[in-house]
């Protein structure tokens, strides 16, 4: 269940509290019509503003199984973790998810250029837990992306490993692995 973003509940509460301010207001109840203007139009305000700088959640491609879900809590790294729940919130102020782990990484030459992380889904591969980043990435090619895997493995470890496929042009799938130790 995704709850409302702050954005949404700033607007919501302060529209409600400014039109109680107005009723007031012209009711004569001036309680209630100084409640109403000062709390509900900055806080009215306030939700506009973070409606406007706001990043919504990227979505699952496809539900997580019970079994995924029990790998993930005895394997998956802290940064797997973080990745996960910084992208599937809201995000305030930020171009995209992951913008800068994508520019440190030399992945985000411009803003035009950065790849989009579209979905993300959560799966096995080879008994470990696996991440699987889902970008729409038409202006960085494969090749590019697979010269910076080394980087990718380093930036995201410990405790990662990385590979890179191309399901569909323009489409590129980086999966965070957890390394298994024998």
Do not use: C
């Amino acid at each position: 269940m995704l709850l409302p973003s702050l954005g949404t509940l700033g607007l919501s509460v302060g529209s409600v509290l400014t039109v109680v301010g107005f009723y007031a207001y012209f009711t004569n109840n001036p309680t209630l019509n100084l409640a109403g203007f000062f709390y509900g139009i900055p806080v009215l305000l306030g939700g506009l503003a973070l409606k406007a700088a706001e990043l919504k959640p990227v979505p699952l491609s496809q539900p997580t199984t019970p079994e995924i879900i029990a790998l993930r809590e005895k394997q998956a790294t802290p940064t797997q973790l973080q990745i996960r729940k910084d992208v599937t919130r809201y995000r305030y102020g930020q171009e995209a998810h992951l913008d800068e782990a994508l520019a440190r990484l030399g992945l985000s030459p411009t803003d035009e250029e950065r790849p989009v992380l579209r979905a993300l889904r959560e799966t096995e591969i080879d008994a470990a837990y696996t991440l699987i980043l889902e970008f729409h990435s038409p202006l960085i090619s494969l090749e590019t992306w697979q010269q910076k895997q080394e980087k990718i493995e380093k930036f995201f470890g410990p405790g990662v490993r990385a590979t890179i496929e191309q399901p569909a042009q323009n489409q590129i799938e980086l999966a965070l692995i957890t390394a298994i130790s024998a």
